[in-house]
């Protein structure tokens, strides 16, 4: 009977401290996520800040994420250095040198094959191999890749100013007069060459330096555009609302 006793009592037991063990862990667990909370309390935030152009991937994949993205980002500093180094000396060449690009092609091109030429004759003097020159040529999926990507781009840009021209959006079009304008007053200081190269540069430094700052131009980016907003509230109250606007909503209602 003694041992029929125990045996309700020892099932009992395991049960209530099944019960009691369930509850600390979900306590505790609780607890855990309180204080992680208290210790992190912006880790919930964290996934609202404000990003630059309203990005949600890294900069390595908004710059696409294959190799043009690696350059820009100096992924590889030796293949950055020595794209950066050959557009400065095409600018060299062509702005301060005043060279052309047909005279500039030409001359290379008869450098390399005087080069060419008189190491295959001298090879067969000095009893060495005549240098291999490899075939070469444009793949084609390359080519038609990059055309199919420009035409994507000029179709975008040429959506975009149909959009603005139809009137649809004031802001989006005083954006672009103030944007054109601006570099209406670049242009005027400097020829195509120049700004390319300028833009070239931009491109080699800004998105490299965005990934490293991201965090603080994000937060100067964000206090900005608030600044930006309420200007342009003062401006709508004080000069867009009191234009007139034409009776095409009489209209509408009769």
């Not at 964000?222 to 009776?247: R, W």
């Amino acid at each position: 009977m003694a041992d029929h006793d125990r045996r309700p009592e020892s099932l009992m037991d395991k049960i209530v401290e099944k019960i009691h063990d369930q509850h600390d862990s979900s306590s505790s667990s609780d607890s855990d996520s309180d204080s992680d909370e208290k210790l992190n309390p912006f880790g919930s935030a964290k996934a609202k800040i404000y990003r630059l152009f309203g990005r949600e991937k890294p900069v390595h994949k908004v710059l696409g994420g294959g190799k043009v993205a690696d350059v820009f980002l100096w992924r590889n500093k030796k293949i950055s250095a020595s794209v950066l180094g050959g557009a400065t000396a095409l600018w060299v060449f062509f702005e301060l040198l005043e060279y052309h690009l047909v005279t500039l092609v030409c001359h290379i091109l008869i450098l390399s094959l005087a080069f060419l030429f008189l190491w295959s004759n001298v090879s067969t003097f000095i009893n060495k191999a005549p240098p291999h020159i490899p075939q070469a040529g444009l793949p084609e999926n390359l080519v038609l890749e990059v055309v199919s990507a420009v035409r994507i781009e000029l179709n975008n840009a040429l959506a975009v100013l149909r959009d603005i021209a139809s009137g649809r959006d004031l802001k989006s079009f005083l954006i672009a007069i103030a944007g054109l304008w601006a570099l209406s007053i670049v242009g005027n200081w400097c020829n195509f060459l120049t700004l390319f190269y300028i833009v070239f540069v931009l491109l080699h430094t800004i998105p490299v330096l965005y990934e490293k700052y991201d965090d603080q131009i994000d937060s100067f980016a964000e206090k900005a555009m608030v600044e930006i907003k309420k200007q342009y509230a003062v401006f709508d109250a004080k000069v867009l609302s009191k234009i007139p606007k034409g009776p095409l909503k009489e209209k509408k209602k009769d």
